[in-house]
């Protein structure tokens, strides 16, 4: 019993979400350091095992020569400038076309991100290719970065966006609008007369709405979240969140006693009211229905007369 006590107590303390930045760094490390003990001595896992569950951060994907990857700290930088460290330099020309594409970790983003890396490798203006010279490539990792997917009110993945004037304009290509390999993608891009043809974002939430500002203010605050509970274990993260989700639970069912009980009772009482109606109608005596007069015959009658 005691040991099954300590493993329970270890368990919860594993579930603490004790990381944060700055003084609270040593109860970071005690957290993860309590995490790994746990997973190790209860749940019996190697180290290759645990650091595949305390991973924080997916996998980043290899730099591209010809094309951005865009953070939420670079992000006015390269959009505005085409460069990723230098905010002084001289911002694009209005004329300027961005395609950037949104990934995810499912595996239609992986069949356009291959597409549009070999668009950006083989055929863009800076590889010597045909399209554009005004024409620029970027990626955006969908699960790692917050502040464009929210501004952009982008939901699923994959998505291929193409902003002109200074990303003032924005037009969402989906995977049902183009096949996803190197000879359609390229040769839509190609063709301005083509992708000008897609509907440009409008709208409260679009560049200019009246909720643009208040939609940056939101996204910049959901990164600050986001980035402060990527220093949280998952482990922890899904603890915390399972005990959340039966708190949640719980209190939504919290008077489903109370209700049961009444509805039984209810349906008691209706039944014994039954019982009584059913009992008092079998000992209530039926009135004797009398006999209807003896009527006799016209043969009778014509008889008797003649008698």
């Known amino acids: 019993m005691v040991r099954l006590s300590a493993s329970c107590a270890l368990l919860a303390l594993s579930a603490l979400p004790l990381a944060s ?4 760094s040593f109860f970071q490390e005690t957290s993860h ?8 001595n209860i749940l019996r896992l190697n180290e290759t095992q645990i650091d595949r569950i305390l991973a924080t951060d997916e996998t980043p994907l290899e730099p591209h020569p010809f094309a951005f990857d865009l953070t939420d700290d670079n992000y006015e930088t390269v959009l505005g400038t085409a460069t990723l460290d230098n905010p002084f330099a001289s911002p694009l020309p209005r004329e300027d076309v961005w395609v950037i594409t949104v990934h995810g970790p499912d595996p239609v983003s992986k069949v356009f991100l291959k597409g549009m890396d070999e668009v950006a490798t083989y055929n863009s203006s800076a590889a010597g290719g045909t399209l554009p010279a005004n024409m620029h490539f970027a990626r955006l990792g969908y699960a790692r970065e917050t502040i464009l997917p929210t ?7 994959p998505v291929i966006v193409i902003g002109t004037n200074r990303m003032r304009t924005l037009r969402f290509i989906r995977p049902g ?3 996803p390999n190197v000879e359609a993608l390229s040769d839509m891009l190609s063709k301005p007369a083509l992708w000008k043809q897609v509907e440009v974002w409008e709208g409260r939430l679009a560049p200019g709405g009246s909720f643009e500002d208040r939609l940056h203010r939101l996204a910049k605050i959901w990164a600050k979240i986001h980035r ?3 220093k949280v274990p998952k482990f922890a993260l899904l603890a915390v969140s399972g005990f959340i989700m039966n708190f949640v639970v719980s209190w939504f069912h919290k008077d489903d006693d109370k209700k049961q009980a009444a509805f039984k009772e209810k349906v008691e009482k209706a039944r014994l009211e039954q ?5 008092a109608a079998t000992e209530t005596p039926t009135a004797a229905v009398p ?4 009527t006799s015959s016209p043969a009778q009658r014509r008889s008797s007369r003649r008698k």
């Open 21 to 24: 930045a700055g003084p609270l």
């Open 33 to 40: 350091a309590v995490v790994r003990s746990g997973l190790r």
């Open 291 to 294: 006999k209807p007069p003896a």
């Open 228 to 230: 402060e509970s990527a």
């Open 177 to 179: 609008n183009v096949r």
């Open 151 to 157: 501004r952009w009110w982008l939901w699923r993945t």
């Open 275 to 279: 019982a009584a109606a059913d009992a």
